[in-house]
């Protein structure tokens, strides 16, 4: 007899499916998973899963306030095993989180050893750090043990976690939250308890209230590293009022608190000899102090802020961050501005309500909103605390009933007890007892029996009695309820009031004077110098006016081709026969002490390009530009100048004609003069020059061989001026030019007699 040995085909199980729905219907599952357990907080108790499960496994290791600290490893080691089915590097990280006293405003755990710091350093490995809970986290999970909240089985089936925690702590507020999950995120911030549980009341009173009465009392932000939200109340309370919105927060410029608790204001410190340094003692939220550093020691290294000599850290359990101005004639307060515009010393913290409610659908809420989700929770909590105390005194009072039946027919019990084989069933018969009350008679030991004072067991019922009365119409009565959460609140409160270390207000909210508008320029120390740039491209500042025709020392083979005189505030244009300009600031020019550094290290000026011309910047001026081919416009400095390296291309030009001139236009000039290689003079009026923006420009002058050799701007009535040649240096002036105007584009004629050789005005 054979038997069929052979294996179900493995392609039989294989479902046909299209690829794009069992692709979303799989990822859908993985989306919800991350909103509801990972990533955003529950409304009720403000933890997020991991949060949660790590402060259960601490109260079930017993580590209250008041018991010895334990490893952390062990702690880390009980959540993974038991409850928290992921690594235990994210385990620990959280668990450092909730330590901090610079990450939340009231910490949950009490840690011991090294945390990590507000300079970005990492916390030690949980083999040497210990931890316990704080007192905010015992009154997070006040009331576990009296069925307040539902448990639900572990990830393996074997123990038991909480679904949420009951306390009355509202940590949700008090200590922010942040995370993203897949298509949403949330960003909370922290916020004073005092302010909430005042909002809270109000809203109790007066369930109507609108959300402007709210926002009265409560201010918003109260960040753990303090600082100050420079946003007006109306920007604040919009923000609160849908669940979203933007502020900025800043560091605090001050040297310490005054004796009265308030900060001291300026943060200027001084130094005498008129001397002074700014002193930072808070700054904003989430930001390491290492970067903050590193941002304004990397600005002083790259020139950026010229008007910070150095940055210390001074740090030591306070912050304490000191900046030194390059000399005490700079302005405090464009420093400060310059700070905040330049480093993360204003941050933006977007505000984003984004949490799971009740039924755990998650949804974006205003304060008002989520702040009566949060009273109906607690309301609910309440109910269940009362109902379950109500189970716990009707089950004792049976038991009381017993044991007075039992004291009254003492020496009955005792009979029965001795005689019977099976006393219980007769002593409920014979007494009317239950099978609990009977069960109790029978367990008790024999030195309880002198205990068994009817005086006492009556009393013990009456106050049972009544307690259970009260509780009844707590139960009965939504305003008793109300009133009672209003009870508890208020002495929740009394822990976390204005006057507590950690209930006074850290954050300060105020709103920013209006910004100073400055441009870098304005953080320049002005200081004359001399731009020299060679013939081969090597340029160089040099301190002071010198003499522009002394003689200037170049490498072999080089020679001069431009200097100037200027401030290092100005900026310098740099225009190129291809028609490009580039722009240049004094303050960076290399030394003169050697012989520079090449202009092309620091613009990107192509390879074939010639410099034609090299100015200092003037704003709202106008300069003539001029092609070797006669044509030309007028263009306006502040369209010349170029944001990056590249520059800006103005003239077009083409194969064979070039860019050949740039001159400044004075205010005063009303005419042009252009003359060519073949040595003919044209004067036309200035208004016949277009200004552009870009272009190749207008004809200037009409040439049948050659082209342009100069090209200049004059005042008709002061005529023409050259300069003689030779040593003397003098000046020749032709006053009367009108035999040389005409219209533009015109061939002119042969200059005044005396007019340079070399056909350059």
Known sequence: MTTDTTEPDPFDAIVDAPFDSALSER????????????????????????HRRLLWAMRQLKLDPASAYKKSARVVGDVIGKYHPHGDASVYDAMVRLAQDFSLRYPLVEGQGNFGNIDGDNAAA????????????????????????????????????????????????????????????????????????????LLIDNPTIEHAELMQVFKGPDFPTGGVVVESEAVISAAY??????????????????????????????????????????????????????????????????????VRDESDEQIRIVFVPKSRNVDPELL??????????????????????????PGVMGIKLLLQ??????????????????????SRLELLDGYIIAYLNLDR??????????????????????????????????????????????????????????????????????TRL????????????????????????????????????????????????????????????EALDKEFKFKEGDGPAFALHAQTTDKLLVACD???????????????????????????????????????????AQLLLASNAGRGFAAEADELLAETRKGRGVMTTKPGVKLAMVREIPPEHDHVAVVGDNRKLVIFSLEELPVLAKGQGVTLQRYRDGGLADATTLKLDEGLSWKMGGDTGRTRTESDMRLWKVARGAAGRMPPTGFPRDNRF
């Open 27 to 50: 990822y859908l599952v993985y989306a919800l998973s991350t909103i509801t357990a990972r990533s955003l907080p529950d409304l009720r108790d403000g933890l997020k899963p991991v």
């Open 126 to 201: 949980y083999r040497y750090t210990e931890a316990r809970l704080t007192k905010t986290a015992i009154q997070l999970m006040a009331g576990l043990d009296e069925g307040t909240v539902d448990f639900v089985p572990t990830y393996n089936g074997e123990e038991e976690e909480p679904e949420i925690f009951p306390g009355l702590f509202p940590n949700l507020l008090a200590n922010g939250a942040s995370g993203i999950a897949v298509g949403m995120a949330t960003n909370i911030p922290s916020h004073n308890v005092a302010e909430i549980i005042d909002a809270t009341l």
């Open 241 to 310: 009022e849908t669940g979203r919105g933007a502020m900025r927060v800043r560091g605090r410029f001050s040297t310490g608190r005054e004796a009265d608790g308030s900060w001291e204001p300026t943060g200027i410190e001084k130094l005498g000899g008129g001397q002074w340094q700014l002193v930072i003692s808070e700054i904003p939220y989430q930001l390491p102090k290492g970067k903050l550093i590193e941002q304004v020691a990397q600005l002083i290294a790259d020139k950026k802020l010229p008007i910070l000599e150095d």
């Open 336 to 361: 400060k501005e310059s700070l905040f515009k330049l480093t993360d010393l204003e941050s933006r913290f977007n505000l984003n309500l984004n949490v799971l409610d009740a039924k755990r659908t």
């Open 373 to 394: 989700e949060w009273v109906i929770a607690q309301i609910d909590i309440l109910l269940r605390r009362t109902n379950h105390r109500l189970e716990k005194i009707a």
């Open 413 to 482: 019990i005792i009979e029965i007890i001795r005689t019977e084989d099976e006393p219980k069933p007769v002593m409920m018969a014979e007494f009317g007892l239950t099978d609990r009350q009977a069960e109790a008679i029978l367990n008790m030991r024999l030195r309880s029996l002198r205990k068994l004072e009817e005086m006492e067991l009556r009393r013990e019922r009456d106050d049972l009695l009544a307690e259970q009365e009260e509780l009844q119409k707590l139960l009965d009565s939504p305003a008793r309820q109300r």
């Open 486 to 545: 209003k009870r508890d609140l208020g002495n929740l409160r009394k822990d976390y009031g204005e006057d507590t270390v950690l209930g006074r207000r850290r954050t300060t909210i105020a709103e920013a004077a209006p910004t100073v508008e400055f441009s870098m320029d304005a953080m320049i120390e002005k200081a004359p110098v001399t731009v020299i740039l060679s013939a081969k491209g090597w340029i160089r500042g040099a301190s002071g006016h």
């Open 578 to 620: 291809n028609g490009r300009f580039y722009t240049l600031g004094c303050d960076k020019l290399p030394s003169a002490r050697g012989f520079g550094e090449p202009i092309r290290t620091m613009v990107d000026i192509d390879a074939g390009a010639e410099i034609v011309a090299l100015l200092v910047y003037r704003p709202k």
